[in-house]
């Protein structure tokens, strides 16, 4: 399994991470009463996304990663959890998205983390 390039930033701009768990519960409504509720997975994935700066050498280097190293977003990867620094098994929801900003750029990424 592929690894996240060491050349590249290991984390997130902390003020950009987020953080979605996935809703693993299912909830019935009742005629009286409170709602039954009950755990519908024992795992599912769930999504961190955040931006990192990048110089143009680095651009470059996310751009083989994506493209070639993982086949466009269909292969996993290993990556550090910018929260609990646990080595994770990830894959990209969607391609990198660039934004140039003065003498660098601002890639955004949403990452799926697999149970």
């Known amino acids: 399994m592929s690894t996240w390039p060491v050349t590249l930033p290991q984390t997130f701009d902390q003020s950009s991470y987020s953080e979605d768990f996935p809703e693993m519960v299912i909830r019935t409504k009742m005629d009286t009463g409170p709602d ?49 620094l646990a080595t994770i098994i990830c894959r990209f929801l969607s391609p990198p998205k660039y934004r140039a900003l003065q003498y660098k750029f601002e890639v955004s990424i949403a990452l799926e983390v697999m149970p």
């Open 36 to 84: 039954k509720i009950r755990k519908r997975f024992t795992a599912a994935p769930y999504n961190l996304s955040g931006s990192m700066k990048l110089t143009s050498a680095q651009t470059s280097t996310l751009d083989a990663f994506y493209y070639t190293t993982i086949n466009a977003g269909a292969d996993s990867f290993l990556f550090t959890h910018p929260r609990t």
